[in-house]
């Protein structure tokens, strides 16, 4: 099956007749499910000159899910790129560094797993993903940064104010750390839960007793307590999961255990509000000296 270059932001130009989310026409829209392969190769050809024309710099990469889990696969090594999970300013990030050992497991037609010393990140890709690309036209996609986005009712519901005790983190990556316990930090994102796990029996302690404060209250009461635990920062989205174990470096007052505060109450960068039908939950940013892979 031929991959739709729909965004779910349906537009016509009025000049051109054309769509301003995947630049087909209004016929090649309602064609597209019964039309032939090679109807659908011959607009997928145009498609970068019309968005060109109409000054459409967003667009849907024509991956499929295998493809677009052999791409994830080949960019989990050193100068492979980095990933990051959750929304705009509020993510965590997951790359290995020259010289890091790092493991990585292919399980099924669409989980993929990679461990380091510092994270750990696993995708679980669903068959309604998106590849969005910026990238200029003709240019490679992957020498841009790429946004994987799931329909809104896909998306992982967005947390409930306050902390929340999730109980034991019985999906972690690692089996070891299936009895620690997950909460919720409630950040107002939609899409994305960011989270501390910790088996620190006094930090335990203290989390419980200050359920369903939020952040701002959370960490004028516990925030310096924390930072010294260190425990490990998780945040769960609709593809899957990243896991930060660094330590948290020290305490600061305007970003407190940054990234995972969100930029402005904004939960997409800009250029991606028009994706009312979309929820962006993913970003990959390859490195500038990577040769990469080839883009599926």
């Given at each position: 099956m031929t991959t739709s270059p729909c965004?779910?932001?349906?537009?016509?130009?009025?000049?051109?007749s054309q769509c301003l989310g995947c630049a087909r026409t209004a016929d090649e829209i309602t064609a597209w499910?019964?039309?032939?392969?090679?109807?659908?190769?011959?607009?997928?050809?145009e498609l970068p000159a019309r968005r060109e024309r109409l000054g459409v710099g967003l667009h849907r990469l024509k991956w499929t899910?295998?493809?677009?889990?052999?791409?994830?696969?080949?960019?989990?090594?050193?100068?492979?790129?980095?990933?990051?999970?959750?929304?705009?300013?509020?993510?965590?990030?997951?790359?290995?560094?020259?010289?890091?050992?790092?493991?990585?497991?292919?399980?099924?037609?669409?989980?993929?797993?990679?461990?380091t010393a510092r994270a750990a990140i696993r995708f679980d890709v669903p068959?309604?993903?998106?590849?969005?690309?910026?990238?200029?036209?003709?240019?490679?996609?992957?020498?841009?940064?790429?946004?994987?986005?799931?329909?809104?009712?896909?998306?992982?519901p967005g947390a409930r104010p306050g902390l929340a005790a999730f109980g034991p983190d019985r999906d972690a990556i690692d089996g070891r750390d299936r009895d620690a316990r997950l909460y919720d930090l409630g950040l107002p994102a939609r899409g994305a839960a960011f989270c501390l796990r910790t088996d620190d029996p006094g930090l335990i302690r203290r989390l419980d007793?200050?359920?369903?404060?939020?952040?701002?209250?959370?960490?004028?009461?516990?925030?310096?307590?924390?930072?010294?635990?260190s425990p490990a920062r998780v945040v769960l989205g609709p593809i899957g999961r990243v896991e930060a174990f660094a330590p948290i470096a020290a305490i600061d007052d305007r970003e407190p255990l940054a990234p995972i505060?969100?930029?402005?109450?904004?939960?997409?960068?800009?250029?991606?509000?028009?994706?009312?039908?979309?929820?962006?939950?993913?970003f990959y940013f390859p490195d500038e000296a990577a040769s990469g892979s080839p883009s599926p």
């Open positions: 965004l779910g932001f349906c537009r016509l130009d009025a000049s051109s499910r019964d039309a032939p392969p090679a109807f659908l190769e011959r607009v997928w050809s899910r295998d493809g677009l889990v052999d791409f994830i696969a080949g960019t989990l090594r050193a100068g492979g790129g980095a990933w990051a999970f959750g929304n705009f300013g509020g993510a965590s990030e997951f790359r290995v560094d020259p010289g890091e050992d790092c493991t990585r497991e292919l399980i099924g037609p669409s989980r993929v797993v990679a461990r068959e309604p993903i998106r590849v969005l690309s910026r990238a200029r036209p003709g240019a490679e996609p992957r020498r841009g940064p790429l946004v994987l986005a799931v329909p809104r009712g896909r998306s992982r007793d200050c359920l369903g404060l939020e952040w701002p209250d959370l960490f004028s009461n516990l925030g310096r307590r924390i930072v010294e635990a505060q969100l930029a402005g109450g904004r939960d997409v960068p800009n250029g991606l509000e028009s994706l009312d039908a979309l929820a962006p939950c993913a």
